[in-house]
């Protein structure tokens, strides 16, 4: 079965950055479609960054492009997706997932994502 492990978040100050890393492990698809999600509290869960693997191309949310950069590494039995996050704003507070799907869609529709990260809390201070 396929799992996500997110690392790397934590506490900054506003200005500050930080790194995500996730760890994806017992796929049997390509996880072509691999994208950050957060969720802050009492809202939705939103499409931060997704990776595409297959031209590479990627995809921001608005309020992160020009700070956010997605990446993707492809090991033998592992695929490493990570945020780096810079300038980092109260606003980006939240509770950040690795997501990854194989098929094709809207890359900040949540349900179609089947394969998901525990989260990692990130906390960014004014």
């Known amino acids: 079965q396929v799992q996500l492990v997110e690392s790397g978040g934590g506490s900054v100050q506003a200005g500050g950055s930080l790194r995500l890393s996730c760890a994806a492990s017992?796929?049997?698809?390509?996880?072509?479609?691999m994208t950050w999600f957060r969720q802050a509290p009492g809202k939705e869960r939103e499409g931060v960054a997704c990776i595409y693997t297959g031209s590479p191309v990627t995809y921001y949310a608005d309020s992160a492009k020009g700070r956010f950069t997605i990446s993707r590494d492809n090991a033998e039995n592992t695929v490493y997706l990570y945020l780096q996050m810079n300038s980092l704003k109260p606003e980006d507070s939240g509770i950040y997932y690795c997501a990854a799907r194989d098929d094709t869609g809207t890359w900040a529709n949540a349900r179609a994502y089947p394969y998901w990260g525990q989260g990692t809390q990130v906390t960014v201070s004014s």
């Open positions: 017992g796929y049997t698809g390509r996880l072509d479609w």
